[in-house]
């Protein structure tokens, strides 16, 4: 990690005030060897006071501490010249442990203590902070049967907004709390609005629309894309993804255990209060608050073609206010889902990923307009894979949803390709019944849109 000039020279004089400060505590005879030990191991220190310096800005100590031990770590293992080198680092580090947090607690003290100058910069942002698997775990462990209680999902929503409210340093203890916000999606805030504050109180549209993908679809979600991410890493190095419509980040939770730590996420959300909490459950991400129109138009140029993955749940109705956010009118489409789908997958690198969690009329509706939405999504994007699930996926809201892989060609086909008609005719689920995930209970066959 690369350090401004401020920085490393706050991290120097820190370092000094540390080495005085300890041989300020020494018996006389240990006072040379003290000196001697940090001049060796100078480098070393000066690149954890940086850290220590750098995370003050925005983390609070307990987190900050954490993530500067880990970040050294990670630095000094990753420039390791090989496995032997990598191996004996490790060896040390796993040695020093308690010794390195102690150092590390000392100086972070010192630079308050004696008001070490602290740079003035942005706070830390994208692969910068890493959150723990243990919080990541806690992040994915909301159960279904909580999800479907009215009751508890009120009152873990009531704790989050408590805790975003109270203008408290969140921590791991405080993100933990923020796990349990689902949504204002069915539940009625009559006898709960007196406990929310204004900034805090969801919108019209929030008690109707806003329900979160559900965990376990997340994380096999991840199990399906793992090779395939892996693969872009290797031969990318960092992978580019983009949750349009990301609530409180389910998805991106979901893709960002172990094999996922090369992803870079970029999470756009609607909703000042879900992109609050998920700003302050992911501070190592990139979130935009606002609409999707908006941000697609101001960051057209960079997005298209760089974008290595999207994974979405949009939003399934008529498009409101954002409609004329965006200019383009290659995208004017009256449903919300519609758009969703085809901006982002236009936004794809050649043989990148999107997936989208949207009603089931996209691909067995039979009117005019799907046939031709079918028809015009297929000619730039391969499907991979489609899965119908069961209507019982988002308790109370009873819908029926269609999980969709797509793959981008990298370009535009001329004509349908032959093995995708069926597709286009809205005939997948004959192709492949086994990917009908439940019992089919409609007589028309699909008949309808929708």
């Known amino acids: 990690m690369q350090f401004d000039e401020d920085t490393k020279r706050g991290a120097k004089a820190l370092v000094g005030e540390l080495v005085e400060d300890s041989t300020r505590r020494a018996?006389?005879?240990q006072v040379a060897g003290i000196r001697s030990y940090y001049e060796t191991k100078g480098g070393l220190y000066r690149q954890l006071a940086a850290?220590?310096?750098y995370s003050r800005r925005s983390l609070r100590r307990e987190d900050g501490l954490e993530w500067s031990l880990r970040d050294l770590r990670n630095d000094i293992l990753s420039r390791a010249s090989s496995p032997e080198s990598q191996r004996q680092f490790e060896t040390w580090f796993l040695a020093r442990d308690k010794m390195l947090r102690g150092v590390s607690a000392r100086l972070w003290d010192l630079a308050e203590q004696h008001s070490v100058p602290q740079p003035v910069a942005t706070p830390i942002v994208a692969q910068t902070v890493e959150i723990p698997h243990e919080l990541l775990v806690k992040y994915m462990s909301v159960p279904l049967s909580a999800e479907a209680d009215p009751a508890k999902r009120t009152k873990g929503n009531l704790l989050a907004i408590e805790v975003m409210s109270s203008g408290r340093s969140i921590g791991f203890a405080e993100r933990e709390i923020l796990a349990g916000y689902t949504g204002w999606g069915g539940l009625s805030i009559e006898s709960v609005a007196g406990a929310l504050p204004p900034k805090w109180t969801p919108s019209s549209d929030a008690l109707i629309h806003e329900y979160y993908t559900p965990p376990l679809l997340c994380l096999s979600l991840a199990r399906v894309l793992r090779k395939y991410v892996e693969a872009m890493a290797r031969t990318k190095g960092t992978v580019r993804a983009l949750e349009p419509s990301a609530g409180i980040g389910r998805f991106v939770n979901a893709l960002s255990f172990g094999s996922y730590k090369a992803v870079s996420w970029t999470a756009v959300e609607?909703?000042?209060?879900?992109?609050?909490?998920?700003?302050a459950m992911r501070p190592d991400i990139r979130v935009v608050e606002g609409s999707f129109e908006k941000f697609v138009a101001a960051e057209e140029s960079s997005l298209m073609g760089n974008i290595d993955l999207v994974v979405a749940n949009p939003p399934y109705g008529e498009r409101g206010a954002?409609?004329?956010?965006?200019?383009?009118?290659n995208y004017r489409e009256r449903k919300a889902y519609v758009y969703f789908l085809r901006r982002c997958l236009d936004l794809l690198a050649p043989s990148g990923i999107g997936v989208f969690l949207i009603p089931y009329g996209f691909l067995t509706g039979q009117s005019a307009e799907y046939l031709s939405l079918r028809k015009r999504v297929l000619l730039r994007h391969h499907l991979m894979a489609a899965f119908r699930l069961p209507s019982s996926l988002f308790p109370g809201a009873n819908i029926v949803t269609d999980l969709l892989l797509f793959r981008s060609r990298g370009g535009e086909l001329t004509e349908v390709a032959g093995e995708d008609s069926a597709i286009v005719e809205g005939r997948y689920f004959e192709l492949f019944p086994a990917h009908l995930?439940?019992?089919?209970?409609?007589s028309d066959k699909g008949a309808k849109d929708e």
């Open 51 to 53: 850290r220590i310096l």
């Open 437 to 442: 995930l439940g019992q089919e209970l409609r």
């Open 27 to 29: 018996r006389p005879d």
């Open 322 to 329: 954002s409609f004329n956010d965006d200019p383009n009118r």
């Open 270 to 279: 609607y909703s000042p209060i879900s992109a609050a909490i998920l700003r």
